[in-house]
């Protein structure tokens, strides 16, 4: 019955690392493997790609900044497979250094993306994971960095250990609006778009790690992890690892055995737990 089959999903997954950890997950998964992408015609592009290379990926069309996108993704795994058992958000965006569009900008719209987005698809997809299921938030040593330039105030409300999803959006926000007015170095935050919002997505993973710690499904974990410096049009093919080495660790994570007690709730590069902030 298809209502049983596996099924995983990676947002954003049409190039890149994302294509990647679609391939592999082909490879490793007893199920089916959705790539997801923005435009049809490269999602599509890309799954004819891993077929010639003997896979079978299926495609679904997202937009994790469009609700009504992520909403259709959640009906068709709904009515076609009852449920979801791996979700690897991928999915993001990062300006280039040499992007002339202005530092408010990046900054709204980095973390409308890459937190905000991150955080609808969990919040839409969430309540259709399954008992034993695997979640995987990808972010970026860059927060570790991020969070370190971060004054101590606001280093300790971001690892606070009871911070909640509300407070995390809030002092999200709070960084976006002070871009707004080119004050957020003066109120303890750094100049980086990119690290903020990948921070917004490393104590997101924590959040939703305590709040599956009470979810009455068995075994769901969660962790967020770093692919590492991979070379990507993201980095501008300046990367040391190639796309399959960056897929290693979201897909070792994706593929954790059940009633696994450890990675879970953490941070990962190169599949070790990482001290982050």
């Known amino acids: 019955m298809s209502s049983i089959k596996k099924i995983a999903v990676v947002t954003g997954s049409n190039k890149g690392i994302g294509f990647a950890i ?18 049809e015609g490269r999602g599509q592009q890309a799954v004819t790609d891993l077929k010639k290379e003997g896979l079978s990926p299926k495609f679904h069309q997202l937009d994790i900044t469009d609700h009504d996108s992520i909403v259709k993704l959640k009906s068709f795994l709904q009515s076609t497979y009852g449920g979801l058992d791996i979700l690897v958000n991928n999915a993001g965006i990062a300006y280039k250094v040499a992007s002339t569009a202005p530092f408010s900008e990046q900054a709204e719209v980095s973390v409308k993306t890459n937190f905000l987005g ?3 698809v969990c919040d839409t997809l969430f309540p259709l994971l399954r008992p034993h299921a695997r979640v995987v938030n990808v972010s970026s040593l860059v927060s570790q960095m991020s969070i370190k330039k971060c004054s101590p105030e606001n280093q300790a409300k971001l690892k606070d250990p009871s911070i909640t999803m509300d407070t995390l959006k809030t002092i999200l926000q709070d960084f976006v609006e002070a871009t707004k007015s080119n004050t957020h170095e003066a109120k303890g935050w750094p100049s980086s778009a990119y690290g903020m919002s ?6 997101m993973t924590f959040i939703q790690h305590r709040m599956l710690q009470s979810d009455p499904r068995e075994d769901i974990v969660i962790n967020a992890c770093c692919p590492g410096y991979v070379a990507t049009d993201m980095s501008s093919f300046k990367g040391h690892k190639t796309i399959d080495e960056g897929a290693d660790t979201p897909v070792y994570l994706a593929m954790l055995p059940p009633n696994c007690t450890s990675p879970n709730g953490n941070f990962i590069s190169d599949r070790k737990i990482q001290q982050w902030g």
């Open 198 to 203: 990948k921070v917004g997505v490393t104590v």
């Open 118 to 120: 991150t955080l609808d």
């Open 22 to 39: 679609v391939r592999a997950l082909c490879k490793q998964f007893d199920g089916d493997v959705i790539l997801t992408a923005r435009d």
